[in-house]
Nanobody, 127 residues
């Protein structure tokens, strides 16, 4: 079993920054990657890929097109924690941000690659 706990969400103004954290516990040795998705209000909205990073080995991160250059995903293996630094936030970045993890040898850009998720953290950006 794996547990994920996110933190760091909040209400900010456009142009501000936030840093989200996701701490993993349990069977971390089986984890291949961790990533972030977001979901905007509305029952039919699908989760959008934001960024991902391998849990072991290379720390190169991947990003969704809409956040490239503004968001940075990083990890601290000693703390079993993945971070996402979000800069130059825009109102359209308002969403619930979910941290997830998967054990497949993959890059974590698809939602179906993930087998565990956190509870989500709300990010609200006002104009």
């Amino acid at each position: 079993q794996v547990q994920l706990v996110e933190s760091g969400g909040g209400v900010v103004q456009a142009g501000d920054s936030l840093r989200l954290s996701c701490t993993i516990s349990g069977q971390t040795a089986s984890r291949y990657f961790m990533g972030w998705f977001r979901q905007t209000p509305g029952e039919e909205q699908e989760r959008e890929f934001v960024g991902s990073i391998r849990f072991w080995g290379s720390d190169t991160a991947l990003y969704g097109d809409s956040v490239k250059g503004r968001f940075t995903v990083s990890r601290d293996i000693a703390k079993n924690t993945v971070y996402m630094q979000m800069d130059s936030l825009k109102p359209e970045n308002t969403a619930v941000y979910y941290c997830g993890t998967g054990s497949q040898i993959s890059i974590g850009v698809r939602e179906d690659e993930y087998d565990y998720w956190g509870q989500g953290t709300q990010v609200t950006v006002s104009s």
